[in-house]
């Protein structure tokens, strides 16, 4: 278990929780709610968080999501060890008429999870695959 300082920025703030035991990630509620210049639904959670150095936080789109007409606008928002911000969700409109959150709902899920240093090594061949080059849809629909 990692212990992360979180800050609440709002008095409406909800500290995430696992909605269950054994669950992935926890629940983030919307505080606030704009329209940006792009005109993304931004929901404000009022909280800031410092995530350990050597780990990184994935929000993602609750299940509920495929019950409306909104899709998280960046598929899933990254926040690094170093961001100390307001946590921020941004979703897309897919249609002219779409669900809007209330203040007060869940709106996303965020995970915290080990960050791997990575580093590349180019080389002129790679090793041989079962599945080589096939790419999008080559193993079946």
Known sequence: MIEVKIKKLSEYAVIPTYGKDGDAAMDLTATSREVDAHGNQAYGTGLAMEIPYGYVGLIFPRSSVSKTSLI??????????????????????????????????????????????????????????????????????
Do not use: W
């Open 72 to 141: 998280l606008a960046n598929s899933v928002g990254i926040i690094d060890a170093g961001y100390r911000g307001e946590i921020i969700c941004k979703f897309k409109p897919t249609t002219s008429y779409y669900h809007q959150y209330r203040i007060g709902d869940r709106i996303a899920q965020i995970m915290i999870i080990p960050r791997l240093e990575i580093s590349f090594i180019e080389v002129d061949e790679l090793s041989n695959s079962e599945r080589g080059d096939g790419g999008f849809g080559s193993t079946g629909f």
